[in-house]
């Protein structure tokens, strides 16, 4: 099992960026790895939600989001990788560029619309793609502990306290500001667990971290769905719940 590729559903744009969103962005990063960028699609949505005047303004506020680094990163990254796309679901196309507030798609009146716009871009950027191996697959066979891993390590940071870098085909994590890799620190992750032995690079190891981290995916997924609906809410503050309770007793499950 091959990931086609990843829609990572930002949501409405006029909210600030926050750190559970760049966590989230560099999960993204360090999960699928700068050869698979070209396969991501970064989504806006809720325009339909804006009267005229403020629909201008969030327009405005696109390019904002385009120059976050790491959102940077994922649509031009450096050397010579391909890039992703920014998809604005609701209008035409999905593009923001010459757009006008009359063409918007609204979700009750223009359903149908909106969905096969949406199935043109699914049909048009995944339907023939070549498969590519996620990062994690080929870190993930070479560590002990899940927070070794890049995509772990992002996970159990601070966000201030790193950025992404991209060497020799990976994304990785160093410490910010400096030409270190950055290591969790024991009381950071709280819990490490190991195998006996590291893992062969056997069909019988690749399916564990297949399954892994199809859990992982669906516990950031939940996560960053009810940071969104807090945002879109207006409330500028991380989820309650933890993210790092979601996924340890899976983990112990897998490295005990």
């Known amino acids: 099992m091959t990931p086609t590729g990843v829609m990572?559903?930002?949501g409405k744009v006029g909210m600030r960026f926050m750190e559970h969103d760049l966590k989230t962005v560099r999960w993204i990063e360090c999960l699928c790895g700068p050869k698979f960028f070209k396969y991501i699609t970064i989504v806006t949505s809720m325009w339909d939600r804006l009267v005229e005047e403020d629909f201008e303004e969030e327009c405005r506020k696109i390019p904002e989001l385009v120059d976050v680094p790491d959102i940077t990163r994922i649509l031009n990254p450096p050397g010579r990788y391909e890039g992703g796309v920014m998809y604005h679901?609701?209008?035409p196309k999905g593009k923001i560029e010459d757009v006008q507030y009359?063409?918007?798609?609204s979700k009750k009146r223009h359903r149908k619309q909106r969905s096969d716009v949406l199935k043109d871009l699914i049909r048009g950027r995944y339907a023939n793609c070549k498969p590519i191996k996620l990062q994690v697959m080929r870190d993930d066979i070479n560590v002990v502990s899940w927070t070794d891993?890049?995509?772990?390590k992002v996970l159990?940071?601070?966000q201030s306290e790193i950025e992404i870098k991209i060497f020799n085909d990976r994304a990785i994590v160093y410490k910010k500001n400096s030409a270190l890799v950055w290591m969790p620190k024991k009381?950071?992750?709280?819990?490490?667990?190991?195998?006996?032995?590291p893992q062969q690079n056997n069909e019988g190891s690749w399916l564990r971290i297949v399954y892994r981290w199809y859990e992982v995916m669906k516990s950031v997924s939940s996560y960053f769905d009810e940071?969104?609906?807090l945002r879109n809410e207006g409330i500028q503050r991380p989820p309650a719940w933890s993210l790092w309770g979601s996924l340890k007793n899976w983990f112990r499950r897998w490295f005990s």
Do not use: P
Request: aromatic residues 10%; without cysteine.
């Open 156 to 158: 159990v940071a601070h």
């Open 149 to 152: 891993t890049e995509a772990g």
């Open 187 to 197: 009381e950071r992750a709280k819990e490490t667990y190991e195998t006996e032995e």
């Open 89 to 91: 679901h609701g209008l």
């Open 8 to 10: 990572f559903v930002f």
């Open 227 to 229: 940071a969104q609906k």
């Open 102 to 105: 009359s063409s918007v798609m």
